[in-house]
């Protein structure tokens, strides 16, 4: 799920992934499936992740971000490193220059970069965690149909857990 907010420079945002792809290759992918060129170690043949490379040689294979950009907060939180790369850190590239690095320290900039950051990470959140768990539900409900019947929940005592109609 490649979803977000639209960056604020569709040009320089486009440019970025082109340079990106052509870094590693075109249609490349890592043999566990990752395709986004952020998270493709250049230079690599046959392509590999940043986390299979960090599992190869057995390192920590989640990252530090700095979710309001280092120049406006300390605070960090430990991400999976492919999702550091590819969508975090390319969001935040998305952010107007000025507030990411926030040179001269101005509160209203360190503001703006939580602000930005904190939106990051919920849609973050909702694109790798939420909505994945969704289309499991969904999927599941499906076979249990299939296999115990339209109303299974009413077999099994999952009354509680019923949608409230209207």
């Not at 299979?52 to 300390?74: Q, V």
């Not at 605070?75 to 990411?100: C, M």
């Not at 289309?135 to 299974?152: H, N, P, Q, T, V």
Request: with cysteine.
């Amino acid at each position: 799920m490649e979803a977000g907010l639209p960056p604020r420079d569709p040009r320089a945002a486009h440019r970025r992934e082109v340079m990106a792809a052509r870094r590693v290759g075109l249609d490349k992918k890592c043999t566990c499936g990752e395709s986004r060129p952020e998270a493709l170690i250049p230079g690599e043949d046959p392509a590999i992740c940043a986390k299979c490379d960090r599992k190869r040689r057995k390192w920590n294979t989640s990252d530090n971000h700095h979710l309001f950009g280092i120049a406006n907060s300390p605070g960090k939180t430990s991400i999976p490193v492919n999702d550091h790369r590819a969508f975090l850190s390319v969001s935040q590239q998305n952010w107007p220059r000025e507030t990411l690095e926030n040179t001269d320290g101005s509160p209203l900039l360190a503001s703006a970069a939580k602000i930005r950051g904190f939106g990051d990470f919920v849609l973050y959140l909702i694109q790798e965690h939420l909505l994945p768990a969704a289309e499991l539900l969904e999927r599941f409900d499906a076979i249990l149909k299939r296999k115990l019947g339209k109303k299974y929940w009413k077999k099994m005592k999952l009354k509680a857990f019923e949608a409230q109609s209207q």
